[in-house]
């Protein structure tokens, strides 16, 4: 079983940063692949952006190339997500997801473990 937890979302203009954390409660943290999920109201949640479990592969939704940057530091349990020039488009619920192996999916139902979620909201 594994928890995760995100913090870092609050409320910024449009065209700055946040850094957004997900701290894991798994055994072996390294064991997972790790990704970022958003799910603004009325629509369906969407992938952002995974890691592999060393952190050496990563993928993003085209959406946020360029803008968005997923790592992960294995000795402290995290995986971050910076976002900077955002947008009022990318207003919604940023979750962490986790699923052991290698694979990076970009569809939640690839994923078992999931984060309560944490508000990004971007004002123009």
């Known amino acids: 079983q594994v928890q995760l937890v995100e913090s870092g979302g609050g409320l910024v203009q449009a065209g700055g940063s946040l850094r957004l954390s997900c701290a894991a409660s798994a055994r072996t943290f390294s064991d997972y692949a790790m990704a970022w999920f958003r799910q603004a109201p009325g629509k369906e949640r969407e992938f952002v952006a995974a890691i592999s479990w060393s952190g050496g592969n990563t993928y993003y939704a085209d959406s946020v190339k360029g803008r968005f940057t997923i790592s992960r530091d294995n000795a402290k349990n995290t995986v971050y997500l910076q976002m900077n020039s955002l947008k009022p488009e990318d207003t919604a619920v940023y979750y962490c997801?986790?699923?052991?192996?290698?694979?990076?999916?970009?569809?939640?139902?690839?994923?078992?473990?999931w984060g309560q979620g944490t508000q990004v909201t971007v004002s123009s």
């Open positions: 997801a986790a699923v052991p192996g290698l694979r990076l999916g970009i569809h939640h139902w690839e994923y078992d473990y």
